[in-house]
């Protein structure tokens, strides 16, 4: 990696490291498709180690993924006079 030429950009770029690393961290879940979004988050402002060479900064960050899932949706019916569900065939 040959570095950016400020420390923002250095910042923003370990950030779409990470970012690319959650995607991956989060794909790796069960039900993939309750996956709604993933993030990568520096654990605290104070976790950032940037170098700068040669007048190029190069970032990294300790931080923590972030997999938002879908809660899972459960609901009761009652069903009365026997009436069956649809797809089955009412019981004589």
């Known amino acids: 990696m040959s570095g950016w030429p400020t420390e923002q950009k250095a910042r923003d770029d370990a950030l779409a490291r990470g970012n690319e690393d959650a995607v991956t961290m989060c794909g790796a879940l069960r039900y993939t498709s309750d996956v709604v979004s993933t993030s990568v988050e520096p654990v ?49």
Do not use: M, N
């Open 44 to 92: 605290a402002p104070g976790d950032w180690k940037c170098t700068e060479t040669d007048h190029r900064f190069t970032c990294a960050f300790t931080g923590k993924v972030v997999c938002r899932v879908r809660d899972p949706v459960v609901s009761d019916q009652e069903r009365c006079r026997g009436d069956p569900r649809p797809g089955q065939e009412q019981r004589e």
